[in-house]
Structures are given as structure tokens and as C-alpha cells.
């Protein structure tokens, strides 16, 4: 994670303001709002390439720690690294550590194919059939994937941004137009997709989670989703190493109302991945679960609204807001800190809410009376869509 660690600063950072392509917006200061007591915290908000996002500052031993901020962490890595490198040129700062200096800049990789969540909401449409793959990796497999069917509109979901940024280099170096790349939570992802859209969804080698079975990719939500998005005769393909995992994966799909599945173990593909050239290596079987979608599903609404409408006092909410999670039947909200823009009655709070399997953790940026997501907006999930009305009620002045 990229970071900065210096130990004194010449200048305090004014906003709005700019640094070379780095605008600085505010600057939001932790507020104590429950009986602990903690260290002060800063939330400075930055816009890079048209994209915002909070850089974290605070005391670390005698210095000052600069990171991003996780919830509102951006890709490529690089935006991260110029926005840490420069807040510490615009205050003068002395630096004790960084590791946000490129090294090799050489190949830079293109950001035509990256592409936002926002992106996915608002404005992914096409005519042809898409496929996804889930954890791509190395990208090997969507790679060929992709230069075997031109004419498919590949998307490759991802979590960690080195994989990504390597992906895209790869994508630039071969000339590829049909993938597009996402950094986000697979198991989040899907419900941006219309019905019926999806040829196929590739999962090889997902991490098996055996100790937080919670985090895996194949839940029964996950498994609706994904049959909600595939065409008729569509298929959602497992290849896993993982015995375990294939046994918990044909529990869930075995006896679906509209999947049939089939089972084939040590299958060779035309392209294999570098988990599993290690896993053959070693002996390992490879156990391949391919669920077949047999009917057609309903559209859903994408177009919810989640603005909040009212006029909001900050300082007067954050003073009375409780610090106690609203825990209902199939969602819950929780606050989990707020900071404060010194003497603009606006600030940040920090919420995590919707389902009990799949929480989002945002800010809520109230500004001028006005509150809005900070980022993007929530995914219109009946568990979001119930949480963002009783945000509303908590984020209303009596
Ligand atoms: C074990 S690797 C397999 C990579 C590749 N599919 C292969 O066969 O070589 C699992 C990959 O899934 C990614 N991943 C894990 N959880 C994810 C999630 N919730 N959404 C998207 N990607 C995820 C990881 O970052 C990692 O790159």
C-alpha cells in the first residue's frame, strides 16, 4: 500500500488548491462522537483524472502517516501515489519514508479499457454478448479468452491492482479491444448487469476461504445473481484445486429450479493459469463444476434513487446521531465515524449498511446542507434501497 511517512511540514494545506494535476478540496477532521477516546484523524479529499477520493493523515510514533484512504480507494495505483506525492510537495514536507516513487514507467498501461463501477451503472450498454471472469490473475485465460472471440465483450473483475495493472499492459502490448477491467468485489459486481446479457462466468482457482467461508465467491446470492445476468443456456464455470470448495459448490447448485450441472474432474483448457500449472505440478486434481442456466429472468431496476432530498444540519446531526447499529431483519446501518470541515457546518460520515453478507462501507459527504454519497451510489439491492431510506429518517433534523 502505497504511503508517505514525514516528521514536520512547512505549510498547512489550504483548500480548494492544486498541486500540478492534484486538486485538494477539504480537509475533514475526526470527530469524537463516541466515549472512546482516539488519536485525531484527517480526511483530505482529492481529485485526480476526474476521480475523487480521501488520502487519510495521522500520527504515527513522532511522525505523520499519509496513506489512502480504504474505503474510497481508487485504480489505477498510480493516481494514489501522485495524490500521497503531491500533498507532501504542497506542504513542504520532510520526508522519512515513501514507497509512491515509480520505478518503471516504461510500458504505461492504458486506461481506456479500466474501467469505474460508475461506469457500470450508469453507462455499460452493448449489443453483444458479454462474458466475465471473476479473480482473473495473471489474465492468462482471459487473455485467450479474449483473442479467441472477437466479438464477445469480455469484462475481467479483480481485487488486487498489481494483477490489473498488469492485465492492461498486456491488453496495450496485444492490441486487444474486448476486455474491459474492473477493480471490484465480484460478489458485488453482478447486480449492475441487465438480465440475460451473459454468455459466460468464469471462477478458476477462486481463494477458498476454508476459515472465512463468508468471504467466498459462491454464496446462494451470488449463484441467483449470476443466473439472473446468464442467457438461457449460459453457464457459470468453477475450476478449482480446492476439494473442499467443489464439495460446497455442487451443495449449492445441485438442484436448482433453473441450473442443471455438470461435473468433470482433471479436464484440461486450451490455456492454463499459473495456479493451475503450480497445482498440476504438485499432483493436485482439478475439479471443474459448470452450472447451465435453463430459463430467462426478469429485468431489474437499476435507476433507484439514492439522493437524500431534505436540507441537512451537520453539526446539529452529529451531535445527536447514535453510535448504535440499527440492526433489522435483512439489512443494518452502523456509523462508524465522522469528520468534521472546520466552521462549514459539513463534514463526512462514515456508514456501513445494507445486507448482513454483503455490507458497504461509504461516506456520506454532507456539504452545503446537502448530503450525498461520496463516490459512487449504493447498488439498488432491496437491503441498500431500505438502509438508504432509513438513513434518510437518521440524517433528518427534527
Ligand atoms: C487464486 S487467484 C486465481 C487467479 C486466476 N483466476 C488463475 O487461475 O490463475 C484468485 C484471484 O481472485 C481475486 N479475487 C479474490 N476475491 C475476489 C473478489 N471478491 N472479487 C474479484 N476478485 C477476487 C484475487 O485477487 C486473485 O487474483
Redesign the pocket.
Known amino acids: 500500500m502505497p504511503h508517505i511517512i514525514f516528521d514536520s511540514f512547512k505549510k498547512e494545506l489550504v483548500t480548494p488548491s492544486k498541486n500540478e494535476d492534484v486538486t485538494f478540496k477539504f480537509i475533514a477532521k475526526s470527530f469524537n462522537f463516541t466515549s472512546k477516546p482516539r488519536k485525531t484523524e484527517y480526511k483530505i479529499c482529492v481529485e485526480k483524472e476526474n476521480k475523487d477520493f480521501l488520502l487519510t493523515l495521522k500520527q504515527k510514533d513522532e511522525n505523520h502517516l499519509l496513506k489512502v484512504d480504504k474505503v474510497t480507494r481508487v485504480t489505477p495505483v498510480q493516481l494514489v501515489k501522485d495524490a500521497l506525492n503531491a500533498y507532501v510537495k504542497e506542504v513542504d514536507a520532510n520526508i522519512v519514508f515513501s514507497n509512491t516513487q515509480s520505478i518503471n514507467q516504461k510500458i504505461k498501461p492504458t486506461q481506456k479499457y479500466l474501467k469505474d463501477i460508475d461506469y457500470f451503472v450508469n453507462d455499460f450498454d452493448t449489443e453483444k454478448e458479454i462474458n466475465i ?6 489474465g ?2 482471459l487473455l485467450h479468452q479474449a483473442k479467441e472471440n472477437p466479438k464477445i465483450q469480455y469484462i475481467g ?4 491492482t498489481p ?1 490489473i495493472e498488469q492485465l492492461l499492459k498486456q491488453v496495450e502490448i496485444q492490441g486487444i479491444e474486448n476486455i474491459l477491467v474492473v477493480n ?4 458485488l ?1 453482478m447486480e449492475f448487469i441487465k438480465s440475460n446479457k451473459v454468455g459466460k462466468i ?6 477458498p476461504w476454508d476459515k472465512k467461508p463468508h ?1 467466498r ?1 459462491y454464496s446462494n446470492a451470488f449463484i441467483n445473481e449470476a443466473l439472473r445476468v446468464l442467457k438461457k443456456e449460459g453457464t457459470l464455470e468453477l ?1 478449482t484445486d480446492s476439494r473442499k470448495y467443489f464439495d460446497y459448490c455442487v451443495d449449492l447448485l445441485t438442484n436448482l429450479p433453473s441450473g442443471q450441472i455438470t461435473i468433470d474432474i482433471n479436464k484440461d483448457l486450451a490455456v492454463s ?4 500449472d503450480r497445482w498440476k505440478k504438485q499432483g493436485k486434481h482439478i475439479y471443474d463444476v459448470v452450472l447451465k442456466c435453463s430459463q430467462e429472468d426478469k429485468e431489474i431496476n437499476f435507476n433507484y434513487d439514492f439522493t437524500f432530498d431534505k436540507e441537512i444540519e451537520f453539526d446539529e446531526i452529529i451531535n445527536n446521531i447514535s453510535t448504535k447499529a440499527v440492526v433489522k431483519d435483512d439489512y443494518f446501518i452502523h456509523i462508524e465515524d465522522i469528520f468534521t470541515i472546520k466552521g462549514e457546518n459539513s463534514g463526512l460520515i462514515q456508514v456501513t449498511f445494507g445486507s448482513f453478507d454483503r455490507p458497504l462501507n461509504k461516506y456520506i459527504l454532507i456539504e452545503n446542507k446537502k448530503a450525498r454519497y461520496f463516490q459512487d451510489l449504493p447498488l439498488p439491492t432491496s437491503a441498500n434501497i431500505k438502509a438508504h431510506n432509513q438513513l434518510k429518517e437518521m440524517l433528518k433534523n427534527d
Open positions: 471472469e471473476i479473480g482473473f490473475g495473471s492468462r485465460h473483475l479483480e481485487i488486487h494483477s471490484y468485489d465480484a460478489r459486481f468464469f471462477v478458476h482457482f477462486p481463494v468471504r465467491i475450476r493459469s499459473k495456479y493451475e
